[in-house]
């Protein structure tokens, strides 16, 4: 599974990813941005994750090619250490609607009221 385009809309906030089996995903920045594969994000261990709020109007700034297997995205509020592999970005496209639930759980648990992105 590898991807055949990656798109940035800047305008309506997603970065569009498809696959060479037909697969499409449209992702939005906050998802990417509090799903990043980063250590900073995910910890060294399975418990060790850091919830990420205020991430609303977070913006992806660039995408960059890493060899032939990942993207790093830049983020406005200065994030750049994830690096989405293939296989990830795939993963995070099938699991998107059981993440973000899990994401808005954990927020509300927290006690974090999302705002509306600007």
């Given amino acids: 599974m590898t991807p055949t385009e990656i798109r940035l ?16 995903f449209e992702f ?9 594969p980063s250590a900073e994000v995910k910890g060294h261990g399975p418990g060790q ?3 990420q709020t205020g991430k609303e109007g977070v913006e992806i700034t660039a995408v960059e090619p890493v060899g032939h297997y990942a993207v790093r995205l830049l983020f406005s509020d ?18 998107m609607d059981s993440n973000w639930q ?17």
């Avoid at 939005?28 to 990043?36: A, M, N, P, Q, T």
């Fill in 9 to 24: 809309r800047k305008s309506s906030r997603v970065l569009v990813v498809s696959f060479d089996d037909g697969a499409s």
């Fill in 102 to 118: 899990s994401y808005l759980d954990r927020l509300q648990a927290a006690g974090y009221a999302r705002e509306k992105p600007e």
């Fill in 49 to 51: 994750e850091t919830l």
């Fill in 28 to 36: 939005s920045f906050e998802y990417l941005r509090v799903y990043s």
């Fill in 78 to 95: 200065g994030h750049d250490t994830g690096l989405y592999a293939w296989a990830y970005l795939r993963e995070l496209g099938d699991n």
